[in-house]
């Protein structure tokens, strides 16, 4: 029979793995727990909004090839995810241009331009005049963005 001690440590052990997974930095058992819970709560959101964004994008094979863009609101601030199948050259300036018109602290960044283009960004959804910034309105200016990026490339004559 498994000692009492054993099956304790074991259920440590397997909280602790729980907490790395998720990136928490919770101390108790329960915590742990509710941060894991918010983290797959998080993770069926982006599930949802990506099958959303793939239904969506599927009307022309000029449009499949224009850059998808998420914004949500997270717990840390707002999470903005932008991918295109195809490279999409000056668009990163277009989109930094939007973080600065709108004031938006980007807290960290992730950028590819290998071969395709994705960017994923969390900023602080609090400007410097501690107004808060909604994702919606940020979704919003960098489709502008992609469309004057869009409109730029025309006039390039770098097309779709």
């Not at 930095?25 to 709560?41: G, P, Q, R, T, V």
């Not at 960290?108 to 900023?123: D, I, K, M, N, P």
Request: proline content about 1%.
């Amino acid at each position: 029979m498994v000692s009492r001690e054993h099956k304790k440590a074991t259920l440590h052990e397997k909280l602790q793995l729980l907490r790395s997974i998720t990136n928490s930095h919770a101390k108790n058992d329960s915590s742990i727990i509710l941060d894991a819970s918010k983290y797959i709560e998080e993770l069926k959101h982006k599930v949802q909004i990506l099958n959303q964004d793939i239904a969506s994008g599927q009307s022309s094979s000029c449009q499949n090839s224009w850059p998808v863009v998420t914004v949500e609101s997270v717990e840390k601030g707002i999470r903005v995810n932008l991918y295109s199948e195809r490279s999409c050259p000056g668009l990163l300036v277009f989109v930094l241009k939007v973080f600065e018109e709108l004031s938006l602290n980007v807290l960290e960044a992730r950028v590819s331009c290998t071969g395709s283009f994705h960017l994923e960004a969390l900023g602080d959804e609090s400007d410097e005049n501690g107004e808060i910034i909604d994702a919606q309105m940020v979704k919003h200016a960098i489709s502008n963005s992609i469309e004057n990026w869009t409109q730029n490339n025309h006039h390039q004559g770098q097309g779709c």
